[in-house]
C-alpha cells in the first residue's frame, strides 16, 4: 500500500524545516508539527493501520523516543503490544544491549530481555520517525532478533537517503518508509 499524491502532501507539508539544528549546516526535519496537524496525523496513522492490519504483527517496538508517539498509537489501533527500545540505562529490568557508531564514538540502546517473549517467534514491526545513517535503527533490529523475536518490517516517515541508513538496514530487515528525502 503506497501513500495517495493528497495524502503525502499531506503529510510533507505538515513536517517543518529548520535550518542550522542541532549545528551549522543542518537542516532539521521537525515532526511537532506533524503531530499536532489532527488531519496529517491521522491521515499518517490510517495509513499505517492500513497498510500494516495484515502484517499479522505481534509487537511494534519504538525508538527511543519519536519512535514511541508513532509506534505505541499504531500498537493500539492493530490491537497489540508495544515495546520500547530505549538509551542504555532506561529501562528497570534485566536488558541485552547493542552499541552502534556515530560520527564521533559509540552510543547503545537496549531492551528488556523478556520484551517479546510471550509470543513465541514473535513478528516485530520496528518504528521510528526517520532513518539518517541508520545506526539506532540497525542496532534496534538486531536486539529485536537476539531475543528470539523476528524484525519483520522497520518503518519510518522519512528516509534521508543521502545519508546511507536504509541501504545498510536492508541488510538486516526490509524497510517501509512514507517520504524519501534527497
Known sequence: ??????????????????????????????????LNDKEAYGVLMNHLYQR??????????????RGFIFGAALAQMLGIGFVPIRKKGKLPYTTISEKYSLEYGFDEIEVHLDAFSKIPNARV??????????????????LINQ??????????ILNLTF????EKLQEITPIYYLIEVE
Not at 125 to 142: C, E
Not at 149 to 156: N, P, Q, R, T, Y
Open 52 to 65: 500494516y492490519k495484515e502484517y499479522n504483527l505481534d509487537y511494534i517496538a519504538g525508538i527511543d523516543a
Open 125 to 142: 514491526l520496528l518504528i521510528d520517525d526517520l532513518i539518517a545513517t541508520g545506526g539506532t535503527a540497525n542496532a534496534a533490529a538486531k
Open 163 to 166: 545519508c546511507g541508513g536504509s
Open 1 to 34: 500500500m503506497t501513500l495517495s499524491n493528497l495524502e503525502r502532501k499531506i503529510i510533507e507539508n505538515s513536517i517543518r524545516d529548520i535550518k542550522d539544528f542541532p549545528k551549522p549546516g543542518i537542516l532539521f526535519k521537525d515532526i511537532t508539527t506533524l
Open 147 to 156: 531475543t528470539g523475536a523476528s524484525c519483520v518490517e522497520a518503518c519510518f
